[in-house]
């Protein structure tokens, strides 16, 4: 897309979002829901009540714009337990619109046009827009079935024009967690390039394999950094919108801004929810990653019994699958499986600029009788 196009312009280019529209077939056609992902079970009640209160006493009107205050240092708590990063809550911190609107922010804070983004392929889908409506090219290097990047195709792809290079891991659609080398040799990319980094870090409590790394908290990483997380998969509250941009003070000022001009604020009774919910225990995240770990693995073992071959996450809830046994592409068999057998799933395409005609991604955040009924419907 040329640097000179309108924002209109470069509307017309995109396709509405294939994970949400699967959402609506899957309504549609009363079918099971293996497609966007959220999770299935309860939000935690101390979680609900905390909103709900906040809601009582009339807490009602804008937060600040930044997100609320305790909000902020709970969430500077947590980079810092959590994720080995220090931030300063005040003016490094900002609460967005899930995570979602933070990825929009950041590039439409950061990037000048033609400079270049390197994003991972498959890529959750926002990215490419995001990228695209900030004026920037996206750059793909692909993940290898075997979930490993390409390090010389990575060397190959950047270069002077490159301004930001998008990391998410746990990685949304093939599971993969980006292990210390992997995350060592982008850190040396960075720095021998002057590259910034924008993390994607949604998935940070589901890792069944491996462990969770913030390239923010690598040496002379912070700086250059923009860290990304949100709320809504690890407790159950996508419909509330709450996520979280963390950067130094420089790089935050321009995405707050756009921030500022967009959104607002994120809702200010489920900010107060989100306080609680990372005052939630330990056994909390404990609890639900047995719980994912099983539906992953019975996920796995019953398509591994169909014609359709399954690839095995390490992390995250999505499991990408090849369909190329059934003799048609992703867009055909996701649309004859909702209509059919009433079970939706993700056309692989859709994570994609080129290829991924003969995957699809199944989530598994379903639970474990939904995920059973769904099988059965495969006939397995
Ligand atoms: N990240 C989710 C997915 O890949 C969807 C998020 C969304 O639709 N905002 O399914």
Redesign the pocket.
């Known amino acids: 897309m040329g640097d000179t196009l309108s924002g209109a312009e470069r509307v017309k280019g995109f396709s509405e979002?294939m994970?949400?529209e699967m959402?609506r077939k899957a309504k549609k056609y009363d079918a099971i829901n293996l497609?966007?992902?959220?999770p299935d079970y309860p939000t935690h009640e101390s979680v609900l009540k905390k909103a709900k209160d906040s809601v009582d006493s009339q807490l009602n009107q804008y937060s600040i714009t930044w997100g609320e205050e305790e909000l902020r240092e709970k969430i500077a708590g947590k980079l810092k337990d959590f994720n080995e990063v220090d931030y300063d809550a005040e003016f490094e911190i900002t609460v967005t619109c899930?995570s979602?609107e933070a990825i929009m922010a950041a590039m439409l804070g950061l990037i000048e046009p033609k400079d270049e983004v390197l994003i991972f392929q498959p890529f959750?889908?926002?990215y490419v827009p995001a990228v695209s409506l900030a004026s920037g090219r996206p750059v793909f290097s692909t993940i290898s079935e075997d979930q490993k990047i390409d390090r010389e195709d990575v060397k190959e792809k950047v270069g002077d024009d490159t301004k930001v290079i998008l990391v998410n891991t746990p990685h949304?659609?093939t599971g993969k967690v980006f292990t210390e080398k992997d995350i060592r040799f982008l850190r040396d990319i960075c720095l021998d390039h002057d590259i910034l980094a924008v993390t994607d870090e949604?998935y940070e409590r589901m890792v069944y394999e491996g462990e969770h790394l913030s390239l923010a908290s690598f040496e002379d990483m912070w700086d250059r950094t923009v860290s990304i997380g949100g709320f809504?998969?690890v407790y159950s509250i996508?419909g509330w919108r709450v996520g979280y941009v963390a950067a130094p003070k420089d790089l935050m000022e321009p995405i707050r801004k756009v921030h500022d001009y967009t959104t607002v604020c994120a809702p200010t009774p489920f900010q107060h929810g989100a306080v609680e919910a990372l005052n939630l225990p330990e056994s909390y995240y404990e609890n639900m990653l047995e719980y994912y770990r099983k539906a992953r693995d019975f996920l796995y073992e019953s398509l591994k019994k169909t014609e359709i071959e399954p690839f095995k996450p390490q992390g995250a809830y999505?499991m990408l699958a090849n369909i190329s046994e059934y003799g048609m592409n992703d867009k055909e068999f996701a649309d004859r499986l909702v209509k059919e057998k009433r079970v939706a799933v993700?056309p692989g395409s859709s994570f994609y600029d080129e290829g991924g005609e003969d995957l699809v991604?199944f989530?598994f955040s379903q639970e474990m009788d939904l995920l059973e009924e769904a099988m059965s419907r495969l006939k397995v």
């Open positions: 979002s994970i949400r959402t497609s966007q992902g959220y899930g979602s959750y889908e926002n949304n659609p949604m809504s998969k996508t999505y993700v991604r989530c």
